[in-house]
């Protein structure tokens, strides 16, 4: 089981600013991910990392962008908050084990942009 | 077609009984299979995983492979409204080199007391 850490849990942020999402993990994992989800609905994977220096653009479009110059930390940040960016945000990091790719999340981040 | 694929519910049973949650898949490459429960407002939590054909069991939880059909469910025994949440199925599998984990939509389950 890993322990993943997400801060802030919950954000409420005006129109047009920088916000900073984080995410930390104890395990070390080389992997991590970052998921968005509107209540009720599906997950969405916006970003990946499968290492240090390694990033990469999930299957959902999205307008932040996250870094991993660390193993144990993966940020999320947008530039520029909008109302369309209110939801929720999930890190998850993972490591191969014999039962697969197995994927463990963080409590989430609740974004509301007004 | 979705790669994973799950009826969305909700699937309502009464306390006491077995629920069964179904998912279906299409890569027939994929080696690992999951299930996560999701709270309402919460984030999915991994209830078990299973990677080989046949059944695997976790106290009231019982997961099912069956490969050929491309076809994984979870059983639950004793149903409890505690168990009132959405379930979501997860397939892993090599994509071009990496192991790709991809989600279904979810079930959400009702525990009738």
């Known amino acids: ?114 | 077609q979705k790669e994973v694929e799950q009826n969305s519910g909700p699937l309502s049973v009464p306390e006491g009984a077995i629920a069964s949650l179904n998912c279906t898949y299409s890569d027939r490459g994929s080696q690992s299979f999951f299930w996560y429960r999701q709270y309402s407002g919460k984030s999915p939590e991994l209830i078990m995983s299973i990677y080989s054909n046949g059944d695997k069991e976790d106290g009231r939880f019982t997961a099912q492979l069956n490969k050929a059909s491309q076809y994984v469910s979870l059983l639950i025994r004793d149903s409890q409204p505690s168990d009132s949440a959405t379930y979501l199925c997860a397939v892993s599998g090599d994509s071009g080199g990496y192991q790709k984990v991809t989600f279904g939509t979810g079930t959400k389950l009702q525990v009738i007391p």
């Open chain 1, 1 to 114: 089981e890993a322990d993943i850490y997400q801060t802030p849990r919950y954000l409420v942020i005006g129109t047009g600013k920088k916000i900073t999402l984080e995410c930390s993990q104890t395990m070390g994992h080389d992997k991590m991910y970052w998921y968005q989800q509107d209540p009720g609905m599906e997950l969405h994977l916006i970003h990946y990392s499968y290492g240090v220096n390694s990033t990469e653009k999930g299957d959902l479009s999205s307008e932040s962008t996250v870094s991993r110059i660390r193993t144990e930390h993966f940020p999320l940040t947008l530039e520029s908050a909008r109302p369309s960016h209110t939801s929720q945000y999930l890190c998850a990091s993972s490591q191969w084990t014999v039962d697969g790719n197995t994927i463990y999340f963080g409590e989430g981040s609740w974004l509301t942009v007004v």
